[in-house]
């Protein structure tokens, strides 16, 4: 267990040293500031569909206040990283998850 336990502490030291959020109008890997008192790992795989649902229904579940903020960051984010839009069916998909995270 103290074996896990250290090993997270040092995964997430060196992903904040790798960057936080958004520098110099830049999205970067790393971490962002959500609100006052949270931060939010920044692990976004732009094209994967699950990883839109699971992050709208992380979203509708503990940072509903914030919806806006965070899916306008991992749209620009993905559309930086790709110099493209996003695909309508992966915002559908994050308001998917979004919705069932408010029931949940």
């Not at 958004?22 to 949270?38: D, M």
């Not at 749209?75 to 559908?92: A, G, H, M």
Request: glycine share 10%; charged share 30%; with cysteine.
């Amino acid at each position: 267990m103290k074996g896990k336990v250290l090993a997270i502490l040092i995964s997430a030291t060196w992903l904040s040293a790798c960057g936080t959020g958004i520098r110099g109008g830049h999205y970067q890997e790393g971490s962002y500031q959500v609100n006052n008192y949270e931060q939010r790992l920044n692990t976004i795989d732009c094209k994967d569909s699950d990883d839109w649902y699971l992050d709208g229904y992380r979203v509708g579940k503990s940072f509903y206040d914030e919806r806006d903020e965070l899916l306008a960051y991992r749209v620009n984010f993905c559309e930086q990283k790709y110099r493209r839009p996003v695909d309508d069916s992966l915002t559908s998909f994050w308001f998917d998850g979004f919705a069932k995270g408010t029931q949940d």
